[in-house]
């Protein structure tokens, strides 16, 4: 029987911050699965994380700065018109009167994309199934080059690729999907609304691999204490709230140092506020780090603080996957009651929740931990087992593996029978 490969539709590969992404692919090789990776771009990051080079994956990377590729695209997407006039036809249609009613060529663009996938990249990939990681741009190119191939789909929403698309656009990619796995019960509740039963919605945490985050030995604290907090620079991790939390801290006496690792375009605001709170001793801006470094910087923290809250246009965190390795190395977290984060975060028992956008809640409670130091140990074991109940990676996987191989085996029969 021929080998059976999934297409890993990725809006960039290999990012440092999708960690998670990295992960199930390496667990899903694991598992069997033939993976071939089709990424909209490369980073081109100066760090990648290690566990890129264990993966089997071959990559194509689909042109997504049009105006260096323009004949490689037009060249694509005339031979494809030319070999299946009608379903390019009517994708195309369909992409236009989108693109006209949302007022951007977006969807034109991931069109013209998924046509130059289906006709040059796909052919010898041996690829019967695609499955796009974000419900919004790569989920755009598996519709279509669902469309244009005849080859069935399935995605992976988590956040802002949730929130900050038309309920309509959102529903339509529900409806073609032979199935979704989500990452919070808060997602999963929302997709399960909008797709009104016509695909099954799964929800798979993340989770964490717990052999490579381990807590280290508990001992006696150095005189200042080490704060950690990690995430891309970007508003809805909540990093301004943060630095006026720690302007709090240091007028109550707390003597501390915080650690911020990741970068993002707030970057110079951020240092700019440093400055403005007199916090440039108390606070350091690391940049972006592998995950081996930033297993070593854990190894170091009293205590993790992430503030995340939602943004106007919807933009929000499901659950950060940093909060989850900071509970796996027992160190006690503080974060708010945003999205998915209350799932695997129970206030008082394995670490504390404050509303968001309110930097006085939030310093309020990074005292108490401070103040009370077994305290702040006893919630830190708890969120450890808490991560052992429920999110470790290599269980949260099963689901969306037995899922692909039932979409293939599913598209199996239906060739088989001639059904579709």
């Not at 890993?8 to 694991?30: A, D, H, N, Q, W």
């Not at 099954?200 to 704060?227: N, S």
């Amino acid at each position: 029987m021929r080998e059976t490969v999934v297409g890993f539709i990725l809006k960039g590969y290999p990012r440092l911050s999708e960690t998670f992404v990295l992960r199930e692919i390496l667990l899903l090789e694991e598992r069997g699965h033939s993976l071939h990776i089709f990424a909209m771009r490369h980073p081109r990051e100066s760090r990648v994380h290690e566990m890129v080079s264990r993966v089997r994956a071959r990559v194509t990377y689909v042109p997504d700065h049009f105006y260096e590729h323009l004949g490689a695209l037009t060249g694509a997407n005339l031979r494809l018109w030319l070999r299946r006039p009608g379903r390019y036809g009517s994708a195309l249609w369909h992409a236009s009167v989108r693109s006209l009613h949302e007022r951007r060529v977006a969807t034109l663009k991931r069109f013209f994309q998924a046509a130059y996938l289906v006709e040059a990249a796909l052919p010898g990939t041996g690829v019967t199934h695609f499955h796009a990681h974000f419900c919004h741009d790569p989920t755009t190119v598996a519709f279509f080059a669902s469309w244009l191939s005849g080859i069935p789909y399935s995605f992976s929403a988590h956040a802002k690729d949730i929130y900050t698309q038309p309920e309509d656009v959102l529903r339509e990619k529900l409806h073609g999907a032979r199935f979704v796995t989500t990452c919070t019960d808060y997602n999963r509740a929302h997709l399960a609304r909008c797709a009104d039963g016509s695909t099954p919605i799964l929800r798979c945490y993340h989770g964490v691999d717990l052999d490579a985050f381990t807590p280290p030995p508990e001992g006696p604290r150095g005189k200042d204490a080490h704060i950690l907090s990690v995430g891309r620079l970007v508003a809805k991790k909540g990093f301004p709230i943060l630095l006026d939390a720690l302007g709090m801290l240091r007028e109550r006496g707390h003597r501390f140092c915080c650690t911020i690792v990741g970068d993002g375009p707030l970057e110079a605001m951020l240092r700019a506020r440093i400055a403005a709170l007199g916090l440039e001793a108390h606070v350091t801006l690391r940049g972006p780090m592998a995950q081996g470094e930033l297993i070593e910087v854990y190894r170091s923290v009293d205590l993790f603080a992430l503030a995340c809250e939602v943004q106007d246009d919807g933009d929000r965190d499901g659950i950060p996957n940093v909060l989850l390795e900071a509970m796996a190395m027992a160190i006690p977290v503080v974060s708010t009651r945003v999205s998915g984060i209350p799932e695997c975060v129970a206030h008082g028992v394995n670490g504390l929740l404050v509303p968001e956008k309110d930097p006085q809640a939030l310093a309020e409670a990074m005292a108490s931990l401070l103040e009370h130091a077994e305290r702040a140990r006893q919630l830190g074991r708890a969120g450890r087992r808490r991560v052992e109940k429920d999110f470790h990676a290599a269980r949260n996987v099963e689901p969306i593996a037995a899922a692909l191989w039932g979409a293939i085996e599913g598209e199996r029969s239906e060739a088989q029978y001639g059904v579709g």
